[in-house]
Protein backbone atom coordinates (compact mmCIF):
# COMPACT_ATOMS: atom_id res chain seq x y z
CA UNK A 1 0.00 0.00 0.00
CA UNK A 2 2.84 2.16 0.64
CA UNK A 3 4.66 1.83 -2.44
CA UNK A 4 1.63 2.70 -4.33
CA UNK A 5 1.39 5.91 -1.89
CA UNK A 6 4.72 6.69 -3.02
CA UNK A 7 3.96 6.06 -7.07
CA UNK A 8 0.08 8.35 -6.77
CA UNK A 9 2.45 11.27 -4.98
CA UNK A 10 5.54 10.93 -7.43
CA UNK A 11 3.22 10.80 -10.47
CA UNK A 12 1.42 13.91 -9.40
CA UNK A 13 4.93 15.54 -9.17
CA UNK A 14 5.40 14.61 -12.30
CA UNK A 15 2.39 16.19 -13.80
CA UNK A 16 2.19 19.46 -11.48
CA UNK A 17 5.58 20.33 -13.16
CA UNK A 18 2.97 21.51 -16.28
CA UNK A 19 1.32 24.17 -14.01
CA UNK A 20 4.21 26.17 -15.28
CA UNK A 21 5.49 24.10 -18.17
CA UNK A 22 3.27 24.22 -21.14
CA UNK A 23 5.88 21.61 -22.26
CA UNK A 24 9.11 19.61 -21.29
CA UNK A 25 11.65 17.22 -22.53
CA UNK A 26 12.62 14.12 -20.51
CA UNK A 27 15.65 15.61 -19.56
CA UNK A 28 13.94 18.59 -18.05
CA UNK A 29 11.29 16.93 -16.21
CA UNK A 30 14.18 14.87 -14.82
CA UNK A 31 15.90 17.85 -13.76
CA UNK A 32 12.79 19.87 -12.39
CA UNK A 33 11.67 16.44 -10.39
CA UNK A 34 15.20 15.48 -8.88
CA UNK A 35 13.52 11.59 -9.75
CA UNK A 36 16.20 9.17 -10.77
CA UNK A 37 16.00 8.73 -14.41
CA UNK A 38 14.95 4.75 -14.29
CA UNK A 39 12.05 5.82 -12.17
CA UNK A 40 10.88 8.54 -13.94
CA UNK A 41 11.21 6.84 -17.10
CA UNK A 42 8.87 4.10 -15.83
CA UNK A 43 6.13 6.65 -14.59
CA UNK A 44 6.42 9.39 -17.44
CA UNK A 45 5.76 5.82 -19.81
CA UNK A 46 2.51 4.83 -17.64
CA UNK A 47 1.33 8.30 -17.34
CA UNK A 48 1.82 8.90 -21.39
CA UNK A 49 0.13 5.45 -21.58
CA UNK A 50 -3.19 5.91 -19.55
CA UNK A 51 -3.57 9.90 -21.78
CA UNK A 52 -2.02 12.44 -19.21
CA UNK A 53 0.25 12.86 -20.93
CA UNK A 54 1.13 13.22 -24.25
CA UNK A 55 4.77 13.27 -26.58
CA UNK A 56 4.93 15.51 -30.04
CA UNK A 57 7.08 14.64 -32.92
CA UNK A 58 10.57 16.62 -30.91
CA UNK A 59 10.07 14.49 -27.91
CA UNK A 60 8.35 17.60 -25.71
CA UNK A 61 5.56 16.10 -23.72
CA UNK A 62 2.62 18.13 -22.65
CA UNK A 63 -0.74 17.39 -20.45
CA UNK A 64 -2.56 15.04 -22.09
CA UNK A 65 -6.69 15.62 -23.77
CA UNK A 66 -8.12 13.77 -20.96
CA UNK A 67 -7.32 16.53 -18.36
CA UNK A 68 -9.93 18.54 -20.67
CA UNK A 69 -12.52 16.43 -19.71
CA UNK A 70 -11.85 16.26 -16.01
CA UNK A 71 -11.85 20.22 -16.35
CA UNK A 72 -15.00 20.17 -17.74
CA UNK A 73 -16.72 17.32 -15.59
CA UNK A 74 -15.55 19.59 -12.31
CA UNK A 75 -16.82 22.82 -14.04
CA UNK A 76 -20.04 21.47 -14.98
CA UNK A 77 -20.77 19.65 -10.96
CA UNK A 78 -19.77 23.02 -9.35
CA UNK A 79 -22.91 24.11 -8.07
CA UNK A 80 -23.16 27.16 -7.58
CA UNK A 81 -26.68 27.63 -5.31
CA UNK A 82 -24.32 25.62 -2.79
CA UNK A 83 -21.75 27.56 -3.01
CA UNK A 84 -23.40 30.84 -3.26
CA UNK A 85 -25.93 30.19 -0.43
CA UNK A 86 -23.54 30.57 3.05
CA UNK A 87 -22.06 33.53 1.56
CA UNK A 88 -25.84 34.88 0.72
CA UNK A 89 -26.65 33.90 4.09
CA UNK A 90 -24.37 36.08 5.82
CA UNK A 91 -25.38 39.24 3.50
CA UNK A 92 -29.10 38.82 4.69
CA UNK A 93 -28.04 38.76 8.44
CA UNK A 94 -25.88 41.64 7.67
CA UNK A 95 -28.49 43.64 6.07
CA UNK A 96 -31.31 42.14 6.80
CA UNK A 97 -32.89 42.05 3.76
CA UNK A 98 -33.67 39.49 1.10
CA UNK A 99 -30.87 38.30 -1.13
CA UNK A 100 -31.67 36.73 -4.71
CA UNK A 101 -29.41 34.56 -6.82
CA UNK A 102 -30.02 35.13 -10.55
CA UNK A 103 -29.17 32.95 -13.77
CA UNK A 104 -29.83 33.49 -17.44
CA UNK A 105 -32.14 30.92 -18.70
CA UNK A 106 -32.49 31.37 -22.54
CA UNK A 107 -33.68 35.15 -22.96
CA UNK A 108 -34.95 35.09 -19.34
CA UNK A 109 -34.01 35.60 -15.90
CA UNK A 110 -34.64 32.56 -13.08
CA UNK A 111 -33.84 33.06 -9.71
CA UNK A 112 -32.55 30.19 -8.63
CA UNK A 113 -31.99 30.48 -4.68
CA UNK A 114 -33.03 33.20 -2.15
CA UNK A 115 -32.30 33.91 1.71
CA UNK A 116 -35.25 36.03 2.51
CA UNK A 117 -35.44 38.79 4.80
CA UNK A 118 -36.69 38.83 8.09
CA UNK A 119 -38.74 41.98 8.25
CA UNK A 120 -42.41 41.40 8.17
CA UNK A 121 -43.32 43.25 5.20
CA UNK A 122 -41.48 41.95 2.06
CA UNK A 123 -40.94 41.24 -1.28
CA UNK A 124 -42.61 38.27 -3.14
CA UNK A 125 -39.90 36.58 -4.70
CA UNK A 126 -39.66 32.69 -5.14
CA UNK A 127 -37.17 30.46 -6.33
CA UNK A 128 -37.89 29.53 -9.83
CA UNK A 129 -39.58 33.27 -10.51
CA UNK A 130 -38.89 34.44 -14.20
CA UNK A 131 -38.32 37.50 -15.05
CA UNK A 132 -37.08 39.82 -18.19
CA UNK A 133 -33.16 40.39 -18.53
CA UNK A 134 -33.84 44.12 -19.81
CA UNK A 135 -35.33 45.09 -15.88
CA UNK A 136 -34.83 44.88 -12.09
CA UNK A 137 -31.77 43.07 -10.70
CA UNK A 138 -31.95 40.31 -13.43
CA UNK A 139 -30.09 43.28 -15.62
CA UNK A 140 -26.52 43.07 -14.06
CA UNK A 141 -26.48 39.60 -16.22
CA UNK A 142 -27.52 41.59 -19.30
CA UNK A 143 -24.58 44.20 -18.98
CA UNK A 144 -22.10 41.63 -18.77
CA UNK A 145 -23.31 39.39 -21.46
CA UNK A 146 -20.45 39.52 -24.66
CA UNK A 147 -21.66 42.65 -26.65
CA UNK A 148 -23.15 40.94 -29.90
CA UNK A 149 -24.93 38.24 -28.05
CA UNK A 150 -26.52 41.62 -25.80
CA UNK A 151 -27.33 44.00 -29.23
CA UNK A 152 -29.33 40.50 -30.57
CA UNK A 153 -31.17 40.37 -27.28
CA UNK A 154 -32.29 44.31 -27.38
CA UNK A 155 -32.80 44.18 -30.78
CA UNK A 156 -35.33 41.00 -30.71
CA UNK A 157 -37.26 42.32 -27.50
CA UNK A 158 -40.05 44.56 -26.85
CA UNK A 159 -40.05 46.65 -24.03
CA UNK A 160 -42.98 45.63 -21.91
CA UNK A 161 -44.39 48.09 -18.80
CA UNK A 162 -44.13 45.73 -15.56
CA UNK A 163 -43.85 48.20 -12.91
CA UNK A 164 -43.50 52.42 -12.48
CA UNK A 165 -40.09 52.33 -13.04
CA UNK A 166 -39.64 49.80 -15.85
CA UNK A 167 -37.35 51.22 -18.84
CA UNK A 168 -39.20 51.48 -21.86
CA UNK A 169 -36.51 53.18 -23.81
CA UNK A 170 -34.10 51.20 -25.73
CA UNK A 171 -31.30 53.79 -25.96
CA UNK A 172 -31.69 54.83 -22.10
CA UNK A 173 -31.46 50.90 -21.59
CA UNK A 174 -27.97 50.78 -23.29
CA UNK A 175 -26.90 53.40 -21.49
CA UNK A 176 -28.14 51.89 -18.03
CA UNK A 177 -25.96 49.08 -19.28
CA UNK A 178 -23.07 50.70 -19.99
CA UNK A 179 -22.93 51.83 -16.09
CA UNK A 180 -23.60 49.21 -14.85
CA UNK A 181 -20.37 47.66 -16.89
CA UNK A 182 -18.11 50.18 -15.75
CA UNK A 183 -19.31 50.80 -12.09
CA UNK A 184 -19.39 47.23 -11.68
CA UNK A 185 -23.01 46.85 -9.97
CA UNK A 186 -26.91 48.41 -10.60
CA UNK A 187 -29.18 49.87 -8.46
CA UNK A 188 -32.77 49.60 -9.48
CA UNK A 189 -36.17 50.82 -8.47
CA UNK A 190 -40.10 50.04 -9.15
CA UNK A 191 -38.75 47.82 -12.01
CA UNK A 192 -40.26 44.42 -11.39
CA UNK A 193 -42.73 45.93 -8.70
CA UNK A 194 -44.15 49.18 -7.39
CA UNK A 195 -41.74 51.13 -4.38
CA UNK A 196 -39.50 48.11 -4.61
CA UNK A 197 -35.35 48.79 -4.96
CA UNK A 198 -32.37 46.55 -5.71
CA UNK A 199 -28.64 46.65 -4.99
CA UNK A 200 -26.92 44.08 -7.74
CA UNK A 201 -23.69 42.59 -8.73
CA UNK A 202 -21.85 40.24 -11.24
CA UNK A 203 -20.65 36.92 -10.04
CA UNK A 204 -18.38 35.29 -12.77
CA UNK A 205 -17.17 31.54 -13.14
CA UNK A 206 -13.43 30.38 -13.90
CA UNK A 207 -13.43 31.15 -17.90
CA UNK A 208 -14.19 34.97 -16.34
CA UNK A 209 -17.93 34.60 -18.21
CA UNK A 210 -21.01 35.99 -16.38
CA UNK A 211 -22.35 33.27 -14.69
CA UNK A 212 -24.98 34.67 -12.51
CA UNK A 213 -26.40 37.51 -10.33
CA UNK A 214 -26.28 38.44 -6.74
CA UNK A 215 -28.80 41.02 -5.42
CA UNK A 216 -29.88 42.24 -2.45
CA UNK A 217 -33.73 43.64 -2.87
CA UNK A 218 -36.57 45.22 -0.59
CA UNK A 219 -39.15 48.02 0.02
CA UNK A 220 -38.15 50.90 -0.88
CA UNK A 221 -38.66 52.98 1.96
CA UNK A 222 -36.24 51.18 3.70
CA UNK A 223 -33.18 51.80 0.90
CA UNK A 224 -31.98 55.33 2.28
CA UNK A 225 -29.48 57.02 0.15
CA UNK A 226 -27.47 57.23 2.53
CA UNK A 227 -27.34 53.46 3.31
CA UNK A 228 -26.52 52.93 -0.16
CA UNK A 229 -22.69 53.00 -0.53
CA UNK A 230 -22.26 50.35 2.54
CA UNK A 231 -24.51 48.46 0.45
CA UNK A 232 -22.82 48.35 -2.76
CA UNK A 233 -19.98 47.66 -1.06
CA UNK A 234 -21.11 44.60 0.49
CA UNK A 235 -23.15 43.34 -2.23
CA UNK A 236 -19.94 43.71 -4.74
CA UNK A 237 -17.43 42.17 -1.98
CA UNK A 238 -20.32 38.98 -1.80
CA UNK A 239 -19.91 39.07 -5.64
CA UNK A 240 -16.56 38.64 -5.63
CA UNK A 241 -16.38 35.90 -3.22
CA UNK A 242 -18.37 34.01 -4.81
CA UNK A 243 -16.96 34.23 -7.94
CA UNK A 244 -13.37 33.56 -6.39
CA UNK A 245 -15.21 30.49 -5.22
CA UNK A 246 -16.28 29.77 -9.08
CA UNK A 247 -12.36 29.90 -9.92
CA UNK A 248 -13.02 33.80 -11.36
CA UNK A 249 -9.82 35.48 -11.91
CA UNK A 250 -12.23 38.98 -12.58
CA UNK A 251 -12.11 40.42 -9.16
CA UNK A 252 -11.42 43.85 -10.20
Not at 54 to 62: F, K, L, P, V
Not at 126 to 154: F, M, V
Not at 162 to 186: F, N, S, V
Not at 238 to 246: D, R, V, Y
Request: charged content about 30%.
Amino acid sequence: MQAHNKTVVKSMQILTLFINHPKLTFNEMMELSDLPKTSLHRMVGSLEEMGFLTRDDDGHYSLGLIFLQFGQLVGERLDIRSIAYPIMKDLRDDVEEAVNLIVKDKDEAMYIEKVDTLHPVRLYTSIGRRSPLYAGDSRIILAHLPKEEREDYLESIELKQIAIGTIMDKDILRHALDEARMKGYTITSSELENYTKAVSAPIFNGKNQIAAGISVAGIEARFQEELLPELIDKVTKAAKEISMNLGSQNLK
